[in-house]
């Protein structure tokens, strides 16, 4: 079967595009054009691996490319967005075209090429600070950024498409996801990369809140079983371990293990406005256990443990000296 995959130049994105490969898929890659030819991430994957993806470079925002990339595949993920929160309070304009028109172009494409499935990336912000735990999909959705409301807005559109035509549509929402590749603007990496650049003040915004983080693989694990099970089409999709931790808590865990001696200061340009924060998500996986195959196969310690190791070796990969926006 051929696929697409948008953001394949992306953290997410990478990883779903190797494991695609591993499991047979003839896969596209839709990396977003730059005049370097720099296809993001991909450049890192195994040769054996990208021997067989096909690259395609363009811009989700602009419908031509977007149907041009779709022609000739079966099934699309759509993962290419925005995601910096801190990024969406100064520049929701890039956001808005890029989340919401980017996914609309996608949408229209599918419904013009007859593609048999799509998968839209949400993301578990769409829900804001938890109103009940753990959070199922029937859960309200709050705006508490420009980013999540541009999620909001593009998850709406897809259900919109399967209502409205019958698109073969499922929207998939991992809950926080960490793991090699990632950027140092979330948590995990810039603690892991201060303390392996020797800082002895690990610099963090707001301890309190708690996420429900999956490793990078057990997501994309998760996409592909929602993208090969008859069950998804119209759902709503949580992506979840069902299991909270405080960024203080996981700052402390990440601490012991590479430099017991440093110490967390708080840094306020890493602070969320006060109504904006999420201060706690912790999500229900009931949903995706029951419409597919789908367990976490890893620990938090074992995530933790590989997301050290390779950024030992791509450490010169992060600026550890300048907050990540």
């Known amino acids: ?12 994105g990478s990883h779903l595009t190797e494991e695609l490969v591993k499991k047979g898929y003839e896969v596209k890659a839709f990396a977003l054009y730059n005049s370097f030819n720099t296809w993001g991430w991909l450049d890192s994957l195994p040769k054996e691996i990208m021997k067989n993806v096909e690259v395609f470079t363009g811009d989700v925002r602009d419908p031509n490319g977007v149907r041009t990339a779709m022609k000739g595949v079966e099934k699309v993920f759509h993962l290419a967005a925005l995601i910096a929160i801190p990024f969406s309070y100064h520049s929701p304009d890039s956001y808005v075209d890029t989340n919401i028109k980017g996914t609309l172009n996608v949408l229209q494409a599918a419904r013009d090429l007859d593609v048999k499935k799509i998968m839209v990336t949400s993301t578990s912000e769409v829900y804001g600070t938890a109103q009940y735990v753990p959070i199922d999909e029937k859960h309200p959705y709050q705006g508490q950024s420009p980013y999540s409301a541009t999620k909001i807005g593009a998850d709406r559109l897809a259900e919109s ?9 499922a929207i998939v929402r991992p809950f926080n996801t960490f793991g090699p590749r990632q950027s140092a603007r979330a948590v995990i990496p810039t603690i892991i990369s201060q303390l392996l650049a020797g800082n002895e003040e690990i610099k963090l915004g707001s301890l309190t809140p708690t996420r429900d983080f999956n490793y990078v693989k057990d997501t994309a694990a998760g996409f592909i079983a929602i993208a090969e099970s008859d069950k998804t089409v119209g759902q709503e999709i949580n992506i979840a371990t069902q299991k909270e931790i405080s960024i203080g808590d996981l700052a402390k865990e990440i601490i012991s293990q590479i430099n017991p001696n440093a110490r967390i200061v708080c840094d306020e340009q890493r602070l969320r406005p006060e109504k904006s924060e999420v201060n706690r998500l912790l999500g229900s996986n009931k949903k995706i256990k029951e419409l597919t195959d789908w367990r976490p196969r890893y620990t938090f310690a074992q995530g933790i443990s590989e997301t050290i190791e390779w950024m030992k070796q791509n450490l010169n990969a992060y600026k550890t000296d300048i907050y990540n926006v």
């Open 1 to 12: 079967m051929k696929v697409l995959v948008t953001g394949a130049d992306g953290f997410i």
């Open 161 to 169: 498409f399967y209502r409205s035509f019958n698109l073969p549509v």
